[in-house]
C-alpha cells in the first residue's frame, strides 16, 4: 500500500536565484508571468488562505487560480483602508476649497422664504455620539507550531504558522511530493512536484460499488436529493432507528445497555439492552469488559489506523477506535484514495437518496 512519507527537512535549506533566472518557486513571486526560470514544482504566495499556484513550465514562469473554499479570501482582494479619523488629511485627488467670490461679484440673492431654517452649525468634536463597537470577528486563526498537527489536523496554505517551531517537512504518494515550510512571516505554504497524467491508486481493501450506483466525491457529482456516501459509510434511507436505554438501570435484569456500531441512527448512536459480552460475545474490533460491556479496540496500541489518518483519540471528529481522517482539498493531500467533501477516504463515494 502507497502511504505518504513524512520527514523533517533542516532549517538551513535557502534557495538562491541565478542571475537573471528565477530558480525557486517562492522567489517567482518576485518576478513577472512569463520570466525566464529554472525550477521544479509549484507553491502559493504566504498571506492568503488560498491563492495563485505558480509553476516554471518551458523555462518561463506561469501562473494557475485554484478552486478556493467560499470562506477564502480573493488573493486580488485590497486591504481594508484605515479609518479616517478627524484629523485625516484630504485624499491625495481632493481639491481645495476655491476663496469666495470678492462681495462686489456676488449677485443679489433672493431672500430665503419665511420658514427657511439657516444651516445648523456642526456639533463641537466631544459633543459627537460613541461610535457602535465592531462586530464579533470569532475566534482568531490557529497558528501551527509543528508540521505534524498541520498535516493531520487539516491545515491548509496560506494558514498562520510559528516559523520558529515549524519545522519544513516533506509528504509523499505515488503522484506528488509536497514540501510544507513557515514562511519568516509567519504562513504555511506549499512546494509541489507532481507526474503528469498520474492518477492517485485507491487505497488497499477499496472495492468499486455495484454498477447501477455513481461514484462521487462530493455532492456536486449526484443528483438533486441525493448525498455522497463515503466508502463504508451506513445508509439509512427514510428510516432512523432509535436507543432503547440510555444506562444499564433502562434495561431488564441480565443485561446491559451497550453502543451497536451496526445500527443506522442517521449520524447518532444507537443504544441497545443485550446480554453481557462474557456470552453475547463482542465485534472483531471491540474487547470484552468485565462488566459486560464491549470496548472499541483503540489506536494507542491495539488498532491500526487506515491509511490517510492519524492516531488522535482526544479529538472530537475522531472515530471509534481514535483515527481521524486528514483534512484535503484535493486526492493530491491523501496517500492513496479519494478526497470526498474535504476528508481523505480509500477510494470515491457513491450517490445515494437522502431521504426525508
Do not use: K
Not at 475566534?139 to 508540521?147: L, R, S, Y
Not at 449520524?267 to 462488566?291: I, K, N
Amino acid at each position: 500500500m502507497l502511504g505518504f512519507a513524512l520527514l523533517v527537512l533542516g532549517a538551513g535549506c535557502v534557495e538562491t536565484e541565478g542571475r537573471g533566472v528565477v530558480t525557486s518557486c517562492e522567489g517567482s513571486f518576485a518576478a513577472e508571468i512569463g520570466a525566464e526560470c529554472d525550477f521544479a514544482g509549484s507553491c502559493t504566495a504566504g498571506g492568503v488562505r488560498c491563492g495563485p499556484v505558480r509553476s516554471c513550465s518551458d523555462g518561463q514562469i506561469i501562473e494557475q487560480v485554484p478552486r478556493c473554499p467560499p470562506d477564502a479570501m480573493p488573493p486580488d482582494a485590497p486591504p481594508p483602508p484605515p479609518d479616517a479619523g478627524p484629523d485625516a488629511p484630504p485624499p491625495p485627488d481632493a481639491m481645495p476649497d476655491a476663496p469666495p467670490p470678492p462681495p462686489d461679484a456676488m449677485p443679489d440673492a433672493p431672500p430665503p422664504p419665511p420658514d427657511a431654517m439657516p444651516d445648523a452649525p456642526p456639533p463641537p468634536r466631544d459633543a459627537m455620539p460613541d461610535a457602535p463597537p465592531p462586530r464579533d470577528a470569532g475566534p482568531p486563526d490557529p497558528v501551527w507550531t509543528t508540521c505534524d498537527d498541520f498535516v493531520d489536523l487539516g491545515g491548509h496554505a496560506g494558514d498562520r504558522c510559528d516559523p520558529d517551531t515549524f519545522m519544513p517537512c516533506m509528504l509523499a504518494n505515488a503522484c506528488c511530493n509536497r514540501r510544507i515550510s513557515c514562511t519568516r512571516d509567519g504562513r504555511a505554504v506549499y512546494s509541489d512536484s507532481c507526474l503528469p497524467d498520474c492518477t492517485l491508486p485507491m487505497c488497499e481493501g477499496w472495492g468499486p460499488p455495484p454498477p447501477a450506483f455513481t461514484t462521487c466525491t462530493s455532492a456536486w457529482d449526484c443528483e438533486d436529493g441525493e448525498g455522497c456516501f463515503p466508502p463504508g459509510a451506513t445508509y439509512c434511507g427514510d428510516v432512523c432507528e432509535v436507543s432503547e436505554c440510555v444506562t444499564d438501570a433502562d434495561c431488564p435484569l441480565e443485561t446491559v445497555c451497550e453502543t451497536d456500531p451496526t445500527a443506522c441512527g442517521c449520524g447518532v448512536a444507537v443504544e441497545r439492552c443485550r446480554p453481557p459480552c462474557a456470552t453475547s460475545g463482542c465485534l472483531a474490533d471491540e474487547v470484552c469488559l468485565p462488566d459486560g460491556h464491549c470496548r472499541p479496540l483503540s489506536c494507542e496500541g491495539e488498532w491500526d489506523c487506515p491509511a490517510s489518518a492519524s492516531c488522535r483519540p482526544s479529538h472530537p471528529a475522531a472515530d471509534r477506535h481514535g483515527c481521524l481522517r486528514r483534512s484535503c482539498f484535493s486526492d493530491a493531500d491523501c496517500d492513496c484514495g479519494s478526497c470526498i467533501d474535504d476528508l481523505c477516504w480509500d477510494g470515491p463515494g457513491t450517490c445515494r437518496f437522502l431521504g426525508g
